[in-house]
């Protein structure tokens, strides 16, 4: 089992960028793969970004690509989501989420674990 704890949301102008972090508990975090996710208000959970166990595969939404970044240290049991460019559709709250698998899945039903999540809000 894992817990996850994300930190970093907060407001920002558009154009701007944030650096969201995920930290998780247990000693086996590299078997997981790690994926953002986020919520606006009034709409569905959506994919943003995925990346494989040992970091070396990632995947993105269409709409952020060349915007973010995600990237994991497994060392550290972190994972991060790098925002540049901030539009104020970003607006949402961000979920990281875990699964003990290997398929980089976009379903959100997939993820098994889910941390409490942060707010980033990006003003026009």
């Known amino acids: 089992q894992v817990q996850l704890v994300e930190s970093g949301g907060g407001l920002v102008q558009a154009g701007g960028s944030l650096r969201l972090s995920c930290a998780a508990s247990?000693?086996?975090?590299?078997?997981?793969?790690m994926a953002w996710f986020r919520q606006a208000p009034g709409k569905e959970r959506e994919f943003v970004a995925v990346?494989?166990?040992?970091?070396?595969?990632?995947a993105y939404t269409d709409s952020v690509k060349g915007r973010f970044t995600i990237s994991r240290d497994n060392a550290k049991n972190t994972v991060n989501l790098q925002m540049n460019i901030l539009k104020p559709e970003d607006t949402a709250a961000y979920y990281c989420?875990?699964?003990?698998?290997?398929?980089?899945?976009?379903?959100?039903?997939?993820?098994?674990?889910w941390g409490q999540g942060t707010q980033v809000t990006v003003s026009s």
């Open positions: 989420a875990a699964y003990p698998g290997m398929t980089l899945t976009r379903n959100p039903n997939t993820y098994s674990y």
């Open positions: 247990g000693r086996t975090f590299s078997i997981y793969v």
């Open positions: 990346i494989s166990r040992s970091g070396g595969s990632t």
